[in-house]
């Protein structure tokens, strides 16, 4: 079966830390990859998406995130957390029309 | 700039009440989707509408029923509200067009509680 999983439940950091948020799938083959970012109380925002060629995609606010195929992984960075990050995280994964989101990554950034 | 709109924000129903959520967008966008999001879990697509007279049932669309009533709005029901359905749903467009494409903008949800 089609599946996304974020391992970390929870991640903290401190602000001006580097951040990377963990996104593994199993699919037969490779799908459409996205990542959302969602502020408490608010909607999902696309942060970036891939679906094909370079596997280094840069995102809005200074995200980007890279997409390994022998991993089945497509792991989010940033190289400097500032306090406004602080969200839940979504990891997403498009196969044939279907898409499915992992259960979320919850960053705290700590002063 | 509006950009996705849901009413209302916050509900509370007695089981076997049943309820419309209303979604509107105002950036001419051809595709509309019903979300629902429950704690510990990601969005489960419960219908989405790939252009206007059109309707799909995605991953979870059991006791639930939707009209895309025209381009701008895409209305989500429960006839019979259970304890079940007490979730969070969040409505999403994108342009859309020819084949798929990922939800793009998002409503700031519908807290919906069912006693």
């Known amino acids: 079966a089609q599946s996304v999983t974020q391992p970390d439940i929870h991640i903290t950091v401190s602000e001006g830390a580097s951040l990377e948020l963990r996104c593994n799938y199993s699919?037969?083959?490779?799908?459409?990859l996205f990542w959302y970012v969602q502020s408490p109380g608010q909607g999902l925002q696309l942060l970036l998406k891939y679906f094909s060629g370079d596997t280094l995609v840069q995102g809005i606010k200074g995200f980007e995130a890279e997409f390994k195929r022998s991993q089945s992984s497509f792991n989010l960075r940033k190289p400097s957390v500032h306090w406004s990050d602080a969200a839940e995280y979504f990891c997403a994964v498009a196969y044939n029309n279907d898409m499915r989101f992992g259960a979320g990554t919850r960053l705290t950034v700590k002063p | 700039n509006a950009g996705v709109t849901q009413t209302p924000k916050f509900q509370v129903l007695k089981t076997g009440q049943s309820m419309t959520l209303q979604c509107a967008q105002d950036?001419?966008?051809?595709?509309m989707y019903w979300y629902r999001q429950d704690p510990g879990m990601g969005l489960r697509l419960i219908y989405y509408?790939?252009?206007?007279?059109?309707?799909d049932k995605g991953e979870v669309p059991n006791g639930y029923n939707v009209s895309r009533l025209n381009k701008r709005e895409f209305s989500l029901r429960l006839e019979s509200a259970a304890p079940s359905q007490t979730s969070v749903y969040f409505c999403?467009?994108?342009?859309?067009?020819?084949?798929?494409?990922?939800?793009?903008?998002f409503g700031d949800g519908t807290r919906l509680s069912i006693l």
């Open positions: 699919y037969g083959a490779t799908p459409y």
């Open positions: 950036m001419n966008h051809n595709s």
């Open positions: 509408s790939a252009s206007e007279g059109t309707t």
């Open positions: 999403a467009s994108s342009a859309g067009g020819e084949g798929w494409s990922q939800p793009q903008h």
